[in-house]
């Protein structure tokens, strides 16, 4: 996420078009909204927090070195509507959208049935670690 910063200081010159520039400027540079994303965490019940925040960190490190300029400002978007969401109390039950959905390849898919089947069925800590090979 190098880019990202250049991004957000862009010019419309640089960056093509007027829609693509306001969309670049609202977004919060990575850190901040890492940090406002594992504050809004803070409400969340204790396994959920700690499931989200190890994934949040984990998707955050493997971003980092994201040069793409399309695939950081969607990334800091889809993380930033993440936080907004929670931070409204809207989040709870809600579906995924079908064109999202669309949009995923299938290693996203897979990361995204992993996620749900760790809400659905939490492990407690300590029992499995001597399952896995």
Known sequence: MRLAHRLLMATPASMGSKSSLSEALALLPPLQLYRRILRVHRKLDPELRVLGDSYVKKEFRAHRTAEN?????????????????????????????????DKLNDQQI????????????????????????
């Open 69 to 101: 300029p399309l695939h950081i400002i969607g990334f800091l978007t889809e993380w930033q509507l993440y936080a907004q969401k929670l931070e409204g109390d809207n989040w709870s039950g809600e579906k995924l959208d079908k064109s999202k959905l």
């Open 110 to 133: 897979g990361q995204l049935f992993e996620l749900m089947q760790a809400i659905k069925n939490p492990e407690p800590e300590g029992e499995g670690e001597g399952e896995k090979q």
